[in-house]
């Protein structure tokens, strides 16, 4: 059974900067297509940062240029740098992984952590 365990998130300023980690157990991440997911009041969880198991990533336009997704392969651990963090990007965040492909949008990967939450304040 996978488990995701995500850490790293908390309040910053509009244009600063924070780096969400997600400890993976029960599988070797390089071997799982991995996302990172997002939810706000209202609206459905969906995939905003996905890494394919080759390690190729993708985002949603309204990430692109200001977040990066990796994996760090001895460490079993999926990441995402955020950086020019906007009010706009509160949400609450989950990491997330499936055997079967993941694309930017996906909204039912089959694990999931339990989120953690990210607020950016103007």
Not at 110 to 119: E, K, L, P, R
Request: glycine residues 10%; proline residues 3%.
């Amino acid at each position: 059974q996978v488990q995701l365990v995500e850490s790293g998130g908390g309040s910053v300023q509009a244009g600063g900067s924070l780096r969400l980690s997600c400890a993976v157990s029960g599988n070797t991440a390089s071997s799982l297509h991995m996302a990172w997911c997002r939810q706000t009041p209202g609206k459905e969880r969906e995939a905003i940062a996905v890494l394919n198991k080759l390690g190729w990533p993708s985002y949603a336009d309204s990430v692109k240029g200001r977040f990066t997704i990796s994996r760090d392969n001895a460490k079993n651990t999926l990441y995402l740098q955020m950086n020019s963090l906007k009010p706009e990007d509160t949400a609450t965040y989950y990491c997330a992984a499936d055997s079967a492909r993941l694309w930017v949008g996906y909204r039912t990967p089959y694990y999931w952590g339990s989120g953690i939450q990210v607020t950016v304040s103007s």
